[in-house]
């Protein structure tokens, strides 16, 4: 069965960081992408950042880019998301997700849509306060 399980979260003041986990189960990473999502309360769900099933490949939403980065460690079967000078904005419910593609990244915005993907995980609270 595929399983996609989060973990990391916490509170942490602004300007902090984080790294949060997304461990994979009952399939291995090669063949799928995998994106990193977020809900605040109140707003819809946001693409964050997605890599590729070959890890060659990443993707970031303008609010993050530069702040945070994707990453994946094949020996695992685990996807990251460290994320550094943390803003409260960020603050939300973080979830990752798989879908089983080889489709590119380039070109196209897609794995920052949350409809593309198949597999959720059952997500972490990140807390960015003072």
């Known amino acids: 069965q595929l399983q996609l399980v989060e973990s990391g979260g916490g509170l942490v003041q602004p300007g902090g960081s984080l790294r949060l986990s997304c461990a994979a189960s009952?399939?291995?990473?090669?063949?799928?992408?995998i994106g990193w999502f977020r809900q605040a309360p109140g707003k819809e769900r946001e693409g964050v950042s997605c890599?590729?099933?070959?890890?060659?490949?990443?993707m970031y939403a303008d609010s993050v880019k530069g702040r945070f980065t994707i990453s994946r460690d094949k020996a695992k079967n685990t996807v990251y998301l460290q994320m550094y000078s943390l803003k409260p904005e960020d603050t939300a419910v973080y979830y990752c997700?798989?879908?089983?593609?080889?489709?590119?990244?380039?070109?196209?915005?897609?794995?920052?849509?949350?409809?593309?993907?198949?597999?959720w995980g059952q997500g972490t609270q990140v807390t960015v306060s003072s």
């Open positions: 890599i590729s099933g070959s890890g060659g490949s990443t």
């Open positions: 009952g399939f291995t990473l090669d063949y799928y992408a």
């Open positions: 997700a798989a879908v089983g593609t080889a489709r590119r990244l380039a070109g196209s915005t897609w794995c920052l849509r949350a409809d593309e993907y198949d597999y």
